[in-house]
């Protein structure tokens, strides 16, 4: 927190120092002092109209130099007294909103188009999403933490695991990311020692983070209804968010996690449990093959706290990090992570209750 107060030489004024005011008068001081201080400015003894019978006692007394306004540059001017009340602030959105629903729109429209269209191409959509975002997440990591994770082997190996999930599913997705590790400590090897450890954690876990997860979104879509699996999955998320940011938006009074992110209240939190809910029991029972409206409810339960979870978690990162956004890629939204924070957890979550539901398809 920036206060230009802090450090300030104490009884520092608007000359300098104190040293004005608290220098003894007398010969002995100006004799041993004259270099030291300033003289204050003489300011003219002019009436001002309208002054009270108070200050013209003052100035009768010998106050000859009356100054008006503060003194000292800390000294901060009170409002009159029938001065009219500072109007309320009206709240206001964060971001750009409109920059925000332009662009959420069209990746909503790139997304649907190539989920219904062309499996092969919605998993082709992911697997960029995922460079993308360990590009984003390795250059935060090295430019606030001077932490170098590999991201040769991370892209190439998160690209793979994305499509050994859609082909092979689970088993595939955890040979993938075993292989990954290996091919992040073996690339690692190549620089100097120092520093090998704390790289290849940050490696592994941003393999974990970003690709592995993203691979039960490429498993939902291996089912018969992947496609309304996955719309499911990502239409629930957004209901949740949405959710929490208009109730809380307008009722959020009590902070949920002050320390991490203080933007978000308890009363968001209801209002995402409770819009997903409900959104999850027109989606189970309407869009998944054999699904009912009770298992949508607790679909949307989960999936409500899965994505505030993933958020806070996200939120936890930027915060060590010290930054507000972890790209400037889409302009209202930040980077690729910083939209993927709620959908990467949300994911195995909706996979495996959707397989404990409906079966796997």
Same mark, same amino acid.
């Given at each position: ?44 003894? %002019? ?7 108070? *200050? ?148 592994? #876990? ?5 690709? #592995?997860?993203?691979? #039960? ?14 719309? %499911? ?7 949740? *968010? ?8 307008? #009722?959020?009074?009590?902070? /949920? ?40 409810? /607790? /679909? ?55 397989? /404990? ?5």
């Amino acid at each position: 927190m920036n206060d230009s107060s802090w450090g300030a030489p104490q009884g520092a004024g608007y000359w300098g120092t104190s040293e004005i005011a608290a220098a003894p008068a007398g010969p002995a001081h100006d004799a041993h002092g004259a270099q030291q201080t300033r003289p204050m400015p003489i300011v003219p003894d %002019t009436p001002d109209a309208g002054r009270d019978d108070a *200050d013209d006692h003052d100035r009768r007394d010998g106050d000859a130099t009356h100054i008006s306004g503060p003194l000292f540059r800390d000294e901060v001017p009170q409002a009159p007294a029938h001065a009219p009340p500072p109007a309320p602030q009206k709240k206001r959105a964060g971001r750009d909103l409109r920059a925000a629903i332009g662009v959420g729109v069209g990746l909503g429209a790139v997304v649907v188009a190539s989920l219904f269209v062309v499996k092969a191409v919605f998993v082709g959509v992911v697997a960029v999403a995922v460079v993308v975002g360990l590009w984003e997440l390795t250059s935060r990591l090295a430019e606030r933490k001077s932490i170098k994770a590999p991201l040769v082997p991370l892209a190439v190996g998160g690209a793979a695991m994305v499509v050994a999930g859609y082909v092979w599913g689970a088993d595939g997705a955890w040979i993938a990311m075993a292989l990954t590790s290996l091919a992040v400590l073996v690339w690692r090897m190549t620089e100097k020692p120092e520093g090998y450890l704390r790289d290849v954690t940050a490696g592994v #876990f941003a393999a974990f983070y970003v690709p #592995f997860l993203a691979t #039960f979104v490429a498993m939902m879509l291996a089912a018969d209804d992947g496609p309304w699996r996955v719309l %499911t999955f990502l239409l629930l998320t957004v209901i949740s *968010d949405t959710g929490a940011y208009a109730v809380g938006w307008r #009722f959020g009074k009590h902070k /949920l996690a002050p320390r991490i992110s203080p933007g978000k209240t308890r009363e968001g939190l209801f209002g995402a449990i409770a819009f997903a809910m409900v959104g999850g029991a027109l989606c189970v029972q309407f869009l998944i093959d054999d699904g009912s409206w009770w298992q949508g409810l /607790l /679909l949307g339960l989960a999936v409500a706290a899965s994505a505030t979870l993933g958020d806070l978690g996200e939120s936890m990162i930027k915060r060590d990090l010290g930054i507000k956004d972890m790209g400037t890629l889409l302009p209202g939204h930040g980077g690729i992570m910083d939209r993927l924070d709620s959908l990467l957890p949300t994911a195995p979550v909706v996979w495996l209750l959707l397989v /404990l539901f409906v079966g796997s398809g």
